[in-house]
């Protein structure tokens, strides 16, 4: 069974950081693309990035790109979003998928087969 775990949501000011962290409890079918997504209440859940297995490609939402970096530890199992310049507007509960199997990036949310629990990120004006 693969679970991942977010960690590194809380609290923070207008124009702060977070380092958001996503650990996934085995090496899921050896290879996996991974992503964040997050959602706002009311609102739909949208793709704030994502990376390929090898790292080397990766893709970020308009509303976070230069803000927002994703990165990946294979060895580790760990992929994180560093989360800087935050907006009241990046509230919201930061999901990290991975589709197993796959090296390639996949920006299509059906077709991630493996959700984390979430975590809040609140921005506080």
């Known amino acids: 069974q693969v679970q991942l775990e977010e960690s590194g949501g809380g609290l923070v000011q207008f124009g702060g950081s977070l380092r958001l962290s996503c650990k996934v409890s085995?090496?899921?079918?050896?290879?996996?693309?991974m992503g964040w997504w997050r959602q706002a209440p009311g609102n739909e859940r949208e793709l704030v990035a994502a990376i390929n297995w090898s790292g080397d490609s990766t893709y970020y939402a308009d509303s976070v790109k230069g803000r927002f970096t994703i990165s990946r530890d294979n060895a580790g199992n760990t992929i994180y979003l560093q989360a800087n310049a935050l907006k009241s507007e990046d509230t919201a509960v930061y999901y990290c998928?991975?589709?197993?199997?796959?090296?390639?990036?996949?920006?299509?949310?059906?077709?991630?087969?493996?959700w984390g629990q979430g975590t809040q990120v609140t921005v506080s004006s």
């Open positions: 085995r090496r899921a079918f050896g290879t996996y693309a």
């Open positions: 998928a991975i589709r197993s199997s796959n090296i390639a990036l996949i920006t299509r949310e059906s077709l991630y087969d493996y």
